[in-house]
């Protein structure tokens, strides 16, 4: 079935530590790539997205994602997380075409321990 | 830095009721969006609006959602006879075009309880 999977549900890292966080997605083509951050009593803000061209991309708040097109993944890591980045994270696609909708993965919950 | 606003914070209705949830996109953004999601799930699409029609629409948004624009500035979605699965998270969001790796820019939310 067509879809966006994060495995990772919840997800502890040290201060410090280098983290990553997995999405693979399931669709006939290459869609459009996304990563967004939800901080708790906030909305959705965009850390980075991909469509072509490098597929190391930066984003802000120190964040990267690879796109590998032979893994259909778009991991998301980061070198050294701070206690700030506890958040929920959520990994997103556009299929492109007629439609702009976001389809949305599931989320990892990033819990930062000092 | 502009950005998407949402009132109220936390809506609570009873069944059979109606809610307007209300929406202050980014001023010279084109497209705006309603998602929610329903606790412990995912982040769904309900519906894309733009130049005063719908452009797209989910299986969920049936005929007990609305959304319009009531003046230059605000976007509403109406839920006519709310139900208790309608309790979630609504969010908005506006792009400044279509455009499918346009930036959707989303407010803090609105929740919804239906009791």
């Known amino acids: 079935a067509q879809s966006v999977t994060q495995p990772d549900i919840h997800i502890t890292v040290s201060e410090g530590a280098s983290l990553e966080l997995r999405c693979n997605y399931s669709y006939g083509a290459t869609p459009y790539l996304f990563w967004y951050v939800q901080s708790p009593g906030q909305g959705l803000q965009l850390l980075l997205k991909y469509f072509s061209g490098d597929t190391l991309v930066q984003g802000i708040k120190g964040f990267e994602a690879e796109f590998k097109r032979s893994q259909s993944s778009f991991n998301l890591r980061k070198p050294s997380v701070h206690w700030s980045d506890a958040a929920e994270y959520f990994c997103?696609?556009?299929?492109?075409?007629?439609?702009?909708?976001?389809?949305f993965g599931t989320g990892t919950l990033l819990a930062v321990q000092p | 830095e502009p950005e998407v606003t949402q009132t109220p914070s936390h809506q609570v209705t009873q069944m059979g009721q109606e809610v307007i949830l209300r929406c202050v996109p980014i001023s010279n953004h084109l497209y705006f969006y309603w998602y929610r999601q329903i606790l412990g799930q995912k982040v769904e699409f309900l519906v894309s609006f733009y130049n005063n029609e719908i452009s797209e629409k989910s299986e969920i948004f049936d005929d007990q959602f609305s959304v319009e624009r009531p003046d230059g500035s605000n976007f509403t979605l109406k839920i006519r006879s709310t139900k208790l699965e309608d309790s979630a998270m609504y969010f908005c969001a506006s792009s400044e075009d279509g455009r499918p790796i346009d930036t959707q820019y989303f407010g803090p939310g609105t929740r919804l309880t239906v009791l």
């Open positions: 997103a696609v556009v299929l492109g075409g007629a439609t702009n909708k976001l389809i």
